[in-house]
């Protein structure tokens, strides 16, 4: 708790909008205290590249601490939070301390969802969190391993082929980089197996990729993986993912490798809260953007349902989180400074991107659309752009560049043990 009698913002969540709001309250006459059950900022639009090999953990993560060095009011918390007390104003955190604020923002995100089959969580890993993004490296890596030293043809062929579950962006960038990593980068580094053999499936349920997309994005997209080599299966659903492979359609497919990128769920932000939620968990706020009918408490980002002027949602994406960020600043500095509060908040749609691979990118600013080549370039200028600091904009640059130039993925260190399908323990490499 601040020492000190000014007002006591708490904030949950450093991501996206987490930060945005810190970051946008510089130099405003209060205390902050921002909450996170991980000590990073994670910038979750690359983090396929992790679970892929091209780029290490810490270059797309940074310590929430080291980013507030230099602003004495905002104290920063490694706790994880399990409830609100809103009467008492208070939040209760997993190791049974409490904080009490003068105003609350809950920006907690959203983890993915499997529609009720929780169990295929533990062969079918979502990418949320670097946690999730090294252990789907770490099972591509050892499918490749095992292959190389598995003698049986079918187990061989099982080894080798990667099902991707969900073709919204995440399910297609990963897709597109498996198969460039089977097809370019390991073929000269394997003697037993040829890795160019790879499987990659793509499933989706609905009629088409990459479905916020329009059609004619969506149709290149479609065109630009199965020219790389990916088994797009639209329009087919996955009923059971087992240790024996997936099925689609009622239909196994031998598979020992399989990301889950289907579905997402918000964080329990609405029932910490006791509010309504939409169909995903996300907590209903009104249009400023407070939740429950309480004045004093924010839901922000992936976490919160809130509505465009024309009823639609509005997408759970980065800038949408950082701009619901920005409002509630505003809202906090007008309270403080006694002025009127802005009006509720309005979403602007800055554009959609998404790539596909090595120079197949798509774009999607409404009435300007742009696929190919150049549009990839865009999309690696854009995401340089919006990471954060020097260090890491060059990093991942070189680590393009480099990739771009020599094929090499240079993040394929195994370093923890996988547990094996039969209980023993693998990953020698340790
Ligand atoms: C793989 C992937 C790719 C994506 N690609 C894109 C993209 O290309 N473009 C785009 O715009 N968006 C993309 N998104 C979506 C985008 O990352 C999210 O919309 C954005 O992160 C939402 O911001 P947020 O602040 O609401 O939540 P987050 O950024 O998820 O931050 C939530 C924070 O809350 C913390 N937290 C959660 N629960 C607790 C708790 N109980 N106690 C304490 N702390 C807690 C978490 O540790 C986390 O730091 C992608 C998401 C994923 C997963």
């Excluded at 780029?55 to 797309?60: F, Q, R, V």
């Excluded at 061989?156 to 991707?164: G, M, P, S, V, Y």
């Excluded at 969506?218 to 087992?242: F, N």
Aim: glycine share 10%.
């Amino acid at each position: 708790m601040p020492a000190s009698s000014r007002h006591h913002l708490v904030v949950v969540g450093g991501g996206f909008g987490g930060l945005q709001l810190v970051n946008a309250l510089k130099g405003t006459p209060l205390d902050i205290t921002l909450v996170d059950k991980r000590n990073h900022h994670l910038f979750q639009p690359l983090l396929y590249q992790v679970a892929t090999t091209l780029l290490a953990t810490s270059e797309i993560a940074w310590p929430i601490r080291r980013l507030y060095r230099d602003r004495p009011e905002v104290t920063t918390l490694l706790a994880e939070v399990e409830g609100v007390d809103t009467r008492a104003k208070t939040l209760r955190l997993a190791n049974g301390d409490s904080i009490s604020y003068d105003t609350l923002v809950l920006a907690t995100g959203a983890t993915h969802a499997y529609f009720g089959n929780d169990e295929w969580e533990a062969v079918a890993p979502g990418l949320k969190t670097l946690e999730d993004a090294t252990t789907i490296r770490r099972r591509l890596l050892l499918a490749f391993e095992r292959a190389e030293i598995e003698t049986d043809p079918a187990a061989r062929e099982a080894l080798l082929t990667f099902t991707i579950i969900g073709a919204g962006p995440t399910g297609v960038e990963l897709a597109g980089i498996i198969r460039e990593l089977a097809q370019s980068t390991l073929p000269k580094e394997f003697r037993r197996i040829d890795t160019r053999t790879t499987r990659v499936i793509l499933v989706e349920a609905g009629p088409r990729v990459l479905p916020g997309f329009s059609e004619d994005l969506s149709a290149y997209a479609h065109r630009a993986l199965e020219k790389r080599g990916v088994e797009v299966r639209t329009g087919q659903r996955v009923t059971a993912c087992t240790q024996a492979g997936v099925t689609i359609d009622d239909s196994l497919v031998a598979c020992r490798t399989m990301v889950w990128a289907a579905g997402v769920q918000a964080s329990p932000a609405a029932r910490w809260l006791g509010i309504e939620a939409d169909r995903a968990g996300r907590a209903v706020v009104e249009k400023n953007l407070t939740a429950g009918g309480h004045p004093d408490i924010f839901v922000i980002g992936d976490t919160a349902s809130v509505l465009r002027v024309d009823g639609t949602p509005v997408p759970g994406i980065a800038p949408a989180a950082k701009q619901q960020g920005a409002f509630v600043a505003k809202v906090i500095r007008a309270r403080l400074n006694g002025q009127a509060e802005p009006a509720g908040f309005r979403y602007r749609h800055q554009g959609s991107l998404a790539t596909i691979g090595k120079r197949s990118a798509i774009i999607d600013f409404g009435r300007f659309k742009m696929k190919g080549t150049l549009a990839w370039w865009i999309w690696g200028i854009a995401h340089i752009y919006f990471l954060i600091g020097t260090r890491s904009r060059f990093a991942v640059a070189w680590s393009w560049l480099w990739s771009y130039l020599r094929g090499h993925h240079s993040a394929r260190l195994i370093t923890q043990r996988e547990t094996m399908r039969d209980g023993s323990a693998d990953g020698r490499a340790e």
